[in-house]
């Protein structure tokens, strides 16, 4: 694989989706979600409310990279798209990013996010939480232009469970991700300079999802790519805008 190839020449080498059988598998939930459960990640322990997931191995890609600034927060205002637990909001928090918007359709998340921000950030100079609870940018106001925006879409390509959270947190499909690029591009929310970080494994179409990037005018390259050694390959890809010199969408 080309880690260089962007556009058309990496759509046609991304792979297709596992199967079926194995993507089930792999995305079977634990046992525990309607429960409080503990999670702890660099030092700092997190509660987790019933219906919030706890964070994977893929979260952890962009947690790790929000935290040495292989993903630059620091002045910028940032989004955490998929909140959930709140761990990005407090990672970008140490870093010094400038404002952080703290996105999620789930208001127990979003709750939680705060509260962890709360007690792990508390009030920082020169920094400032957003608690949003919205589907996709549906609530986020229309002024907001954001630097650096991370997503880990639940992508995942087949429906692995009949719980509306677990259907919320890893098995909505690619029609998450195509909304998630059509409205950046309409509302125009990248900043110049701005880039999205998007996490998505081979268990998703990664094609379409691509794909319904490329739709909407943006470059997308691959930042990061994992291999898990029993079938699954993460890509992480860095997704920037094209512009014309004169600042307009290309």
Same mark, same amino acid.
């Given at each position: ?12 080498? $991304? ?17 525990? $979600? ?6 702890? +990640?660099?030092? +700092? ?11 994977? +191995? ?10 040495? %600034? ?62 949003? !609870?919205? %589907? ?10 954001? %630097? ?7 992508? !995942? ?51 379409? !999802? !691509? ?24 890509? $992480? ?14």
């Amino acid at each position: 694989m080309d880690p260089t190839a962007t556009g058309s020449a990496l759509l046609e080498q $991304l792979p297709p989706p596992l199967p079926a059988e194995r993507i089930i598998a792999l995305n079977q939930p634990k046992g525990d $979600l309607h429960t409080t459960r503990a999670y702890e +990640w660099n030092g +700092w322990t997190f509660e987790v409310p019933p219906g919030v997931f706890t964070p994977g +191995w893929t979260s952890r890609l962009i947690h790790e990279r929000l935290l040495d %600034d292989r993903i630059e927060v620091r002045g910028r205002r940032y989004a955490a798209m998929g909140a959930g637990l709140g761990v990005e909001a407090v990672a970008a928090a140490v870093r010094g990013a400038r404002e952080i918007y703290a996105i999620d359709i789930h208001p127990e998340s979003v709750a939680t996010t705060a509260r962890h921000y709360e007690r792990i950030v508390g009030t920082r100079p020169g920094t400032t939480l957003h608690p949003v !609870v919205s %589907d996709v940018f549906d609530a986020l106001p229309g002024d907001v232009r954001l %630097d650096v925006i991370t997503f880990n879409p639940p992508a !995942v390509s087949r429906t692995v469970s009949d719980d509306p959270d677990v259907v919320r947190n890893v098995c909505v499909g690619t029609s998450l991700p195509a909304r998630f690029f059509a409205q950046t591009a309409e509302r125009e929310l990248l900043a110049p300079g701005g880039e999205i970080h998007l996490v998505v494994s081979n268990t998703a179409d990664l094609r379409a !999802v !691509v794909q319904a990037a490329l739709d909407q005018g943006f470059h997308v390259e691959i930042g990061h790519l994992h291999d898990w050694r029993d079938g699954v390959l993460t890509f $992480l890809f860095r997704i920037t805008q094209h512009r014309t010199p004169y600042g307009g969408r290309a």
